[in-house]
Nanobody
Framework: QVQLVESGGGLVQAGGSLRLSCVVS????????IGWFRQAPGKERDIVGA????????IVEDSVRDRFTISRDDAKNAVYLQMNNLRPVDTAVYYC???????????????????WGQGTQVTVSS
């Protein structure tokens, strides 16, 4: 069974930074694209970004472009979400998810991911 565990969330002031980690176990990490999603209270879950099985192919959504970056370390079975210049609107529970794909594919929809972590809370104060 593939398991994902997120960490690194917390409370930060606007303009601050956080680095979220997602560690994957129980499967062949290189078989999976990894996505980051977030869900704010009362809102739908939205994709933040994702990285393909190839570590050099990643995307982030326009709303966080130039502030968030995604990286992947296959040696550690981990994917990271570096979040800079955080804003109160970034407050949400952040989830990582794993989906089996082709080497270059980057799924953008939740149903394309098979396995999910439990989420980590990010709160940005103004």
């Amino acid at each position: 069974q593939v398991q994902l565990v997120e960490s690194g969330g917390g409370l930060v002031q606007a303009g601050g930074s956080l680095r979220l980690s997602c560690v994957v176990s129980g499967g062949t990490f290189s078989n999976y694209a990894i996505g980051w999603f977030r869900q704010a209270p009362g809102k739908e879950r939205d994709i933040v970004g994702a990285v393909s099985r190839r570590a050099d192919h990643a995307i982030v959504e326009d709303s966080v472009r130039d502030r968030f970056t995604i990286s992947r370390d296959d040696a550690k079975n981990a994917v990271y979400l570096q979040m800079n210049n955080l804003r109160p609107v970034d407050t949400a529970v952040y989830y990582c998810a794993a989906g089996r794909t082709g080497p270059w594919s980057i799924p953008r929809l939740g149903y394309e991911y098979e396995y999910w972590g439990q989420g980590t809370q990010v709160t940005v104060s103004s």
